[in-house]
């Protein structure tokens, strides 16, 4: 989810939305991330991605599969799915870090915007959008395997898929619980059903050690204080918005891994462990450091400028102490290890620079 305003075509609310959120606000809440990206960040994970999937060639299982997907659905396939039609952003990102192209995504544009860590091949089919993917395009790409976001069998797409006989493995997309165990598990069960445990075991190794690394990191900095709030926001009317992410969520759950301490005590929802405040309600947290998710949207308001002229934020302990840090913009706050790593890396470099 980003800072940025976004129009209601380019974001998704996640299948569990904090109750309170308005239909409005709802759909601006639903991307994350930022339309401009960092280039080198962006070209580093792609190369290591495609230099590691060029030497793993004929790693993938050819034994058939049965995987249980979030709805309890079994899965039963004659070998591993190869043809895959992925209709969520963290699905896409999780076959391309598993070395499986996807056949067709749904909106490939808002992937390559706002999700960095991977790099989407530029003749990728596109279904349409992840709230409404057209189901006379994912046919034509001829799946073995869809794979979407959703709490029921009873979602209208599936519906669609399963009576044309096309496999549908349906993901809930969080758990408040553990995320980042969800998000492990997440990669691990696209994984076994494209016959690419190998391939994921040696990403999860990688974020393992990734998170490791970046503990040393947060440990010898030696900070005044390791609390944190990190939220985005945006622009309503004339108001600014904002949307802390609480506990269990993976953004906070993953600084809270490098020993911080998410204090955002507000109410959130119990999948993505998203809240909701205005300025006056995150000032409460003001003797934390703040993350944010930066914008640098074209077609939006930009709520991080109306921020910088509230006489509110400018009095908050952090604004003035100079311990307001935007996250780089394209990381998505809803990935898989990739998205993840890059997370892990923005918060060690905005506190040890």
Known sequence: MSLSTLSPTRRRTPVLVFAAVSATCALAL???GTTA???SAEDGAAKSTSEACADD????SADPVSVKDDTGHTIELDKPASTVVSLEWQYTEDLL???VDPAAVADAKGFTTWDTAEKLPEDTADVGTRQEPNVESILSANPDLVI????SRDDKIIKALDKQDIPVMAMTGADG?????????TFSTVAEA?????????????????????KKAIVSADLETKDFVYFDGWVNGSNVALRPFGQGSLLGELGEELGLKNVWTGDVDPAYGLGQTDIEGISKAGDANFFYTGTDDPESEDYVELLKKNDIWSNILAV???RTYAFPSGIWTFGGPKSSEQALDAYVEALTK
């Open 30 to 32: 639903s991307a994350c």
């Open 37 to 39: 990206t960092d280039a």
């Open 57 to 60: 060639s004929g790693t993938t």
């Open 97 to 99: 870090s598993l070395c």
């Open 148 to 151: 979407i976001e959703s709490t």
């Open 177 to 185: 619980e553990d995320p980042i165990a969800y998000m492990k598990d």
């Open 194 to 214: 494209t016959g690419r445990s190998e391939r994921a075991d040696t990403v999860l190794a990688d974020f393992d050690a990734k998170v490791e690394e970046s």
């Open 320 to 322: 003035k102490d100079d």
